[in-house]
Every structure is written in structure tokens, then in C-alpha cells.
């Protein structure tokens, strides 16, 4: 696509970063919007303007003034990561919502305003069709093979350079508390293990002397996975509610790790490989059985990394929301062509 200016939220990192670099070439102007880091969002601006695309950079809490920019100036197509925030309506620009978390933050009023809605959930989806109609698709989570799976590390092995310096704990649990229960959390410790904890908002729970740390490192979270014997996982019941997969499935499938997670409809898309459990006593049983058959849990490893690898990957997901933005442009009417 060329001669066409966009903005898209969430743009230092992940699937932003992705669809930002995947639009980048000669001719698009892109406002690439950032929450924090700074010096990521650059990194990304730098990426596209090696690919011969015009890039800045606007910090969430000052994109407001974006919108203010004269006609001209306004990007033809706007694409919100939708967790948290809303974002500003930009003129007459093409408005996408990748509607990725938080459901019941997002009225349906909100979606009526955009052009097309991608929702992480096959079920809430279909729930949406028929106030959206056709305005609405299903676009799962994904993970970044580059990030969590680089070709010269081998899943399920210890051939990570520095995997030596990094603990292999039986169980780990990578999340924030949010002085909320995490249910399996608190069913493994209730039967007796001791899961390794890394995330915040764990000091006022009953499970504060697990904690091993209040964050992992980005570049090494793939090693953490692939290190741990098993890595626990659960849903927020809201998400779980509306069939929202978590997006650490992902990016601990992609990283060759072994998961065991809650129940959560729409979890059928990986298969047998993917362990889950519905109540304490199983998910007790399924930590005691794969602790004791690591063959086992590295073949059930290797079939879920295959199956994240070529099916939900930031590259397809962005190759998905392009061709969308491509039709949605070739409409009678719309202001602008694609290349």
C-alpha cells in the first residue's frame, strides 16, 4: 500500500509493531501511538523509515492532539488495539477496533463507530453479528516467533545461549495478581505444590511468599517458558465469560513450553496438545502425572509449537488486518486506493 497515512495504537511492541512494519515502504506516512516505552516506539519509527515510509511517534496520552490536525493531515486509516483505552475519532479516516481484551469495557455503541471490529474470540463474535453484521470478524491473539521462538533456538531444549543462568522451576506462574484469585494459583497451592510466582500485586494474598520477582525480562520470557518443567496459565473471568484466550497460550506454545491451563471455550483450536483442567483435583492430577513423564510433556510441547508457529503468528495476523484494510478501501466511495 502506498500514499496513504495511518496510526496505529500499540505500536512499540507486539502485533502493532508487526502490522506497523508490514505497512511500512515508500510513500506511507505512519503515527505509530505508545503507552510507555519510548525508546521501543522509537526502535519501531526506525524500522519503517528504513523501509522508506515517514514514521513519528505520539505518546497514548497526547494523541488527542492528533485529531486536531488540520484535514490534511489526518491519517486515511486508524487501527486501536482495544484493551483499555477508546481513542479519538480522526476526521473521516478508516476506523478498525482489534478488540483483544476487556470485553465489558466496550459498549456497543463504541463498536457501532468503527468500520470493522476484529474480536479475540470466536464465540463473542458470534454474539456481535447480528448488531455488527458483516462489520465484525474473529482474529485470535498471536505470538512473535522472532520474540519467543527465534530460529536458532530449539523448543523444548536448553539451547538458549544463557538458559544456564535462568531457574527451570517446576511450576511457574507468569501474571499479575490484581489483588484478584487466580484460580489456579490457588487450586495448585490448596493440593499441595508450590508454583514459582513473577508478576505484582501479590504482597496482601495469601500466596506473597511464592513471589520470585515482580517481572520477567521481554527478551528472555521465551527461555523462562521453555526452562520450567510446566507453566501454569488461567483466564480473567470476564475473558473466560466471553472466550477470550489468554494471550501467554500463545506466546507459551510458540515458545516450545508445557502448559496446563483452566478451561475456557474456544481453546479446542490447539488441540489435544494443550492441557486443560476444570476443577482442583484435576489439575492436580495433570501436574502430578506430567511432572513424572517429561517425554510426555515435550511432545505435547512440540505439537502446540507447531501449531502456534504456522497458524497464529504476528505476520499472519497482520497479513489478515491489511487485507481487510484493502477491501475496506476498495469500497465506492472510500477516499483512498490501494496500491
Known amino acids: 500500500m502506498t500514499d496513504m497515512t495511518a496510526l496505529i495504537t500499540g505500536a512499540s511492541r507486539g502485533i502493532g ?53 488540520p484535514a490534511a493531515q489526518t491519517p486515511d486509516a486508524t487501527l486501536l488495539l482495544r484493551g483499555v483505552r477508546s481513542a479519538p475519532r480522526f476526521g473521516g479516516a478508516l476506523r478498525l477496533m482489534w478488540m483483544i481484551s476487556h470485553p465489558g469495557r466496550v ?31 474473529a482474529l485470535l491473539q498471536c505470538s512473535d516467533p522472532g520474540r519467543f521462538a527465534p530460529d536458532a533456538r530449539t523448543p523444548g531444549t536448553d539451547a538458549d545461549a544463557d538458559a544456564d543462568a535462568i531457574p527451570a522451576h517446576p511450576l511457574l506462574f507468569v501474571g499479575n495478581s490484581r489483588r484478584a484469585e487466580r484460580w489456579i494459583v490457588a487450586e495448585a497451592v490448596a493440593h499441595g505444590h508450590v508454583p514459582a510466582l513473577y508478576g505484582a500485586e501479590w504482597e496482601d494474598t495469601p500466596f506473597a511468599a511464592l513471589v520470585q520477582g515482580e517481572s520477567l525480562p521481554n527478551r528472555d520470557l521465551g527461555t523462562w517458558y521453555r526452562r520450567a518443567a510446566i507453566v501454569l496459565n488461567d483466564h480473567w473471568p470476564d475473558m473466560a465469560q466471553h472466550g477470550f484466550l489468554s494471550n501467554r497460550l500463545f506466546d507459551v506454545a510458540m515458545a516450545g513450553g508445557f502448559l496446563i491451563s483452566d478451561w475456557v471455550e474456544g481453546a479446542e483450536i490447539f488441540g489435544d496438545p494443550l492441557v486443560q483442567v476444570d476443577s482442583g483435583a484435576a489439575l492436580d492430577a495433570a501436574i502430578r502425572h506430567y511432572l513424572a513423564h517429561p517425554e510426555e510433556r515435550r511432545r505435547r510441547a512440540a505439537a502446540l509449537h507447531e501449531t502456534v508457529r504456522h497458524q497464529h503468528s504476528f505476520a499472519r495476523r497482520a497479513t489478515e488486518i491489511l487485507a481487510r484494510v484493502r477491501m475496506l478501501l476498495a469500497r465506492p466511495g472510500a477516499s483512498v486506493s490501494p496500491d
Open 17 to 69: 509493531r508487526a502490522i506497523a512494519l508490514e505497512l511500512a515502504g515508500p510513500g506511507m506516512r505512519l503515527a505509530l501511538i505508545y503507552r510507555g516505552n519510548q525508546h521501543a516506539a522509537e526502535e519501531t519509527a526506525a524500522g519503517c523509515l528504513e523501509k522508506g515510509a515517514q514514521a513519528e511517534i505520539c505518546l497514548t496520552d497526547a494523541w488527542g492532539a492528533l485529531a486536531d490536525r
Open 107 to 137: 459498549s456497543p455503541e463504541e463498536m457501532a463507530g468503527y468500520d470493522h471490529v476484529f474480536v479475540a474470540s470466536e464465540s463473542y463474535t458470534r454474539t456481535l453479528r447480528p448488531i455488527l453484521h458483516d462489520r465484525v470478524s
